[in-house]
């Protein structure tokens, strides 16, 4: 459904105290907590896998959605539904033909599928995952290329939330990167209903005031 989702990007945060930050991020609003899962291959930067979100997990019982920027993400829907993930998003360009496979696994290990897109692909490729018997259940759209916090939102990639958002009017549909009290209102009034903002929240003095800031403006 497209119910307003704030999603803070636990990469800005301070891996050092994730626990905290995410209790931090919970009580200041927050609906989810979007963890950024990268495997130095499929984007130049080395994150965090499955056993972060397995020790996160303990101490919160928050909706973990979690992102996988990753060369190969049918290996790591067993690891990560074993260490308590919520949302499984994957990239449409780190599939080849086994994506119904991959989708299947991923409900059936009682995640929730995502798909995500990097700027340069485009938005058709999504289709036939959304469409499809057993399809994906949100698509987030990259925002930036994906890799890094703190980049500059691309406002060009709203033509592909419209056009999401014109064909399919009740699909989840994710923004991600450079997303900020300054972008907000340009992706809702696209049709993006879930919002990942890391730098504009983590940065900000007053966390509840960003996320209440863009709560407002997707609902309006
Ligand atoms: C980028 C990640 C994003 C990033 C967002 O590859 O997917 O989730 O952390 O951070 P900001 O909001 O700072 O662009
Ligand atoms: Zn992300």
């Not at 499955?50 to 909706?63: D, Q, W």
Request: glycine residues 8%; charged residues 20%; proline residues 8%.
């Amino acid at each position: 459904g497209v119910v307003p989702k704030i999603a803070p990007s636990m990469l800005s945060s301070d891996f050092a105290n994730l626990a905290s930050e995410a209790q931090r991020m919970i009580g200041s609003g927050a609906d989810w907590l979007h963890m950024d899962i990268m495997d130095g291959h499929f984007v130049p930067n080395l994150t965090i896998g499955a056993p972060v979100i397995e020790s996160l997990r303990k101490h919160t019982e928050a909706y973990l959605d979690c992102h996988l920027m990753v060369t190969n993400p049918l290996d790591y829907v067993e690891p990560l539904a074993k260490a308590g993930a919520s949302g499984f998003t994957f990239h449409v360009e780190a599939t080849k033909d086994n994506w119904r496979e991959l989708v299947q696994q991923i409900k059936s290990k009682g995640m929730r599928p995502g798909l995500a897109l990097k700027p340069g692909t485009p938005i058709e490729e999504v289709y036939p995952l959304v469409e499809d018997e057993n399809p994906v259940e949100m698509v987030l759209v990259m925002t930036v290329e994906p890799g890094f916090g703190g980049q500059k939102f691309m406002p060009e990639m709203m033509d592909k939330v419209r056009a999401l958002r014109k064909k399919y009017p009740l699909l989840d549909i994710e923004v991600d990167g450079g997303l900020g009290p300054s972008t907000i209102d340009a992706a809702a009034s696209a049709g993006a209903n879930c919002i990942v903002a890391g730098s504009s929240v983590f940065g900000a003095p007053d966390p509840i005031h960003v996320i209440s800031l863009m709560r407002n403006s997707v609902e309006a």
